[in-house]
C-alpha cells in the first residue's frame, strides 16, 4: 500500500524516534514491540528514500574558468558500492578553475 503523499522526512524522524524509546524501554507486549519494529523498519526506508532522493538534488558548485559559475548535478553512488572498501571513489571536482 503506498501513501499518495508522503509525511516530511523530519516527521518521519521523530516517529522513528519515538518507536526506539518504546523499544528500548523494554516493556511492550511482544505483539506491539513486533508491530513497533515493523514500523520502524517501515520508517527507516522512508527515511533512506528521503536522504537519497535530497541527496541526488544537491548540486556541486564550480568555477567554470569562461562563464563564472555552474552547477554540476551530484551523482550518488549505491549503498551497497559505498560499503566496498574496493570499490573505486570518484575524485571531487576541481574547484581551482583550473583543468580537470
Known sequence: MSRKKTEPFE???KKLEKIVEKLERG???LEE???AF???VRLVN?????LDEAENRVQVLMKDGTTG????DYEVTPSAESN???????DPP???GGES
Open 84 to 90: 566496498d572498501p574496493t570499490a573505486k571513489k570518484s
Open 11 to 13: 516527521e518521519s524522524l
Open 69 to 72: 559559475w555552474t552547477t554540476t
Open 46 to 50: 522512508v527515511c533512506n528514500q528521503k
Open 38 to 40: 515493523a514500523e520502524g
Open 33 to 35: 514491540a513486533m508491530e
Open 94 to 96: 576541481n574547484l581551482e
Open 27 to 29: 516493556s511492550l507486549p
